[in-house]
């Protein structure tokens, strides 16, 4: 007496199809789950047992088998609780064809059918392989209704499921309209009173993907422009949102009132945060703030004050773009394509290039400071700008002269990442920000007189390969954010003052 339910598991955020098989034979009552269980399935024995006489339906007296295949590979997660239940009710009943059919749902001891983590990557990778019909909680059902071609099918109660897989009910596919947040951005770089030259800056790194190292004393303006940087980066697509939302619901970010991510996230966590915060890892490992920020901005204010242990954690993912994780002889994935915004002060009190005021840092301070703002960490940042103080003239003079709004960066960002869309057609690359060594070779190239510039530029600012390749990148940007489809000299020689020696 066999059953067959289909259901999945999540390593990361990608999840890959599991299927339950009960089986119901002679011996000592008992239910026994194998197959790689952790601790949370094999306590769905304790939860399922009471939810089955709950719901009206006897308890198997044989010995119940659950077996979770492919049993070579670890399952973990509550929504394990629907198919087993599922699995245990069927045996030796009449039921449907369900190849076609999963389901996924953590079920209370009275039969009610709770939330669960992951549903959208759950989902995704039980579409991918050939499920027409998700059986589901209903409070997933809205995140999970963004996907276009497979049938959320919501229940509420463990009963519901049961009398569905056994053909004797029918479940309405959900028709709810995806929820739209129209966002109105209250906050926009017309604001932003001076500060032209380095907006100018951000609006070029935003156009390419490029991260921004900004160090300025305080009360510059620092944090206020890296705020306003979601106000002009393009919508997200389809397929981003989509990988972005199933991000959230795997760290179990979502709720009801916000069941899909629909715009470009910011995440600005504070300087206290572990390595693992940022990220990510722990012993089920989790998505940490690194890709909590996929395909939009990580802003690190007051980069000092991180520990350097969390620093240097960063390297090698902000240049990868994904996160890689091993546990328990198990590698996890997790995406990192970020736009990195750092802001720092140029000293612990912040008054090293203020005329005005007098800097109390000891030497050790800023020996200790710099090794943290100029290590190989601020070497893979693409620009590296000064942010000033706003003189008093600009001050009185507010609202009289020039001022880009978001508006109008945005357009500008929107139109340039449009140009890069098609360069990069097929090849690989997303945008400029993500060039390699060959991509740089193959769509930066340089005629003789930007070449002999860019070879004064290599000795005399004492760049690093990897720094002369960040320089070409931003070069490729504002030619396009020009119009050009040639690099030229005044496109590299914008570019260079983009990437300043800090410690002068």
Known sequence: MLTKIKTATLMGVDGYPVTVETDLHNGMPGLNIVGLADMTIRESCQRIKPAIMNCGFRFPRERV???????????????????????????????????????????????????????????????????????????????AAILKDINILPVSRLMEAAEYAMGTRVIAPYTGEEKRHEKKHEIDYAQVIGQESTKRAIMIGAAGNHGILMMGGPGCGKTMMAKRLPTILPELTYDEKLEITGIYSVAGLLSEKQPLISERPFRSPHHTITATGLIGGGGRPRPGELSLAHRGVLFLDELGEFESKAIDAMRQPIEDGIVHITRNFQDVIFPAQVMLVIAANPCKCGNLWDDRKLCTCTHQQLESHRRKLMGPFADRIDMHIKVGRVPKEQLTARGSGPCMSSAQMRDIVSAAREVQRLRYAGTGYTDNGTLDDHGIKRFCKLDENCSQLMNRAYDKLGLTLRGYNKILKMARTIADINGGEEIREEHIAEALLYRVDLEE
């Open 65 to 143: 088998t659950v077996n979770l295949v492919p049993a070579g590979k670890p399952k973990e997660g509550s929504h394990f609780d629907l198919p087993i239940a599922l699995g245990i009710m069927m045996l030796g009943q009449e039921n449907k064809e369900l190849n076609d059919t999963a389901f996924l749902g953590e079920v209370s001891l009275d039969g009610t059918i709770n939330p669960i983590r992951g549903a959208l990557p759950l989902a995704i990778c039980l579409r991918t392989a050939g499920v027409k019909n998700l059986v589901l909680p209903a409070a997933n059902a809205c995140e």
